[in-house]
């Protein structure tokens, strides 16, 4: 089939390049020249593991090509809005500015029978809204949001484990344009759906509300371990060994249930926000006024690690030099957005401390952003005389440190470990002082309740 995919980002290159890749015709659409020249020579502006790859491997088919001219996506039959819904500037809601314009752009160019779908995450209402001026054109539009994960989207877009259409509807059934878009774009998922994803047919609120909801969900469960490490820390508790126990129920399951510095990206700290605000639009902001308190925990965390660094090194960080492993938000990317790591990193610059921060994949982008921030290309470069080496990331290098190399090369034996993925008993039998959130000291001294 002949599809295009409006907005060449993130999520419009992975998707672009997955259904080249799988048999269609596609032509992929942005704004941004360097973007289009950089995809258009088959390498990936962004690191993605396995999408430079799948990019090369599609570049001489002719089935893939890019473009800044949005014409060039007239005639075909399925058209993808991939834009970003940003945060707005001061604001919690979504800046739905890009996909407004991705789709005045675009009408022109509709035909009868077309469909529009919207993979962008947007608070709810925004389909509907959308959907008039689609269907004044004779096309359809269907909302079938995304669920990738940065490290995991080639992946994740060609095996799904769901998909789900929104499509539009008459008291609560499919209308016959609906019926009609999902037969179409049954075809265009047709190996996903052959490999046995589950597909969801639903509503237009229903499908906006996927995204949002699943983003909340598991911002909560790592939130709501990051509640349980502070009263660990309180309590001399282990919370690394209290989200093991608790895992094994199989109602709450193991995963997203590690402490440390929380999370970050340019997904769920924006979504969580922009739907409390739209609730708040719609007049329930009271169901939804837990997710501010997930936030602020999240938050919070970030701050207490600055406090241990200040506290191993006995009240001050002023003049200290610390080594921050990590500047991505998360390994196997390069995306530094609200990344927990830099946070750190540059809280501790603020304080008076020499800060080097190093990262497999994300200085270039630090080095762009923050122009002050001290890089190293290495581990063993970042620790030179460091009085504390912090992991901010948990970057599977990262986690296969030898403590004793390190040692050659730092001043004080001192491993602050944000993400709790570092074996403490390997590191202390070396000589260093481990320390992580939410796990007791070396030689804990847990405050008794006064029973009399």
Known sequence: MRLSVIGCGYLGAVHAACMASIGHEVIGVDIDPARISTLAAGHAPFYEPGLTELLSSVAGSGRLRF?????????????????????????????????????????????PGDIVVGKSTVPVGTAEALAGLVSARGATLVWNPEFLREGCAVEDTLHPDRIVYGLPTEQGVPTEAGIKAQALLDQVYAVSLSDGAAQVITDYATAQLVKVAANSFLATKISFINAMAELCEASGGDVTDLADA???????????????????????????????????ELGVSDALSFLTEVDKINQRRRARMVDLTREVCGGSIVGKTIAVLGVTFKPDTDDIRDSPALSVARQMMQEGAHVTVTDPRGLDKARRVHPDLRCADDVLEAGRGADVVVLGTEWEQYRTIEPDALAQVVRHRRMLDGRNALDAG???????????????HWNPTIAGLDLS
């Open 67 to 111: 473009t800044t001219d949005i014409t060039r996506a007239g005639g075909a039959a399925v058209h993808f809005l991939c834009v970003g819904t940003p945060q707005q500037e001061g604001e919690l809601r979504a800046d739905l500015s890009h996909l407004h314009a991705a789709t005045s752009s675009l009408l022109p160019l509709l035909q």
């Open 246 to 280: 608790i895992g094994y129920d199989e109602r709450i399951g193991r995963r997203f249930l590690s402490a440390g510095l929380g999370f970050g990206g340019g997904c769920l700290p924006k979504d969580i926000r922009a739907f409390t605000a739209r609730a708040g």
């Open 426 to 440: 390997v590191w202390r039998n070396a000589g260093w002082t481990y320390r992580a959130l939410g796990r007791p």
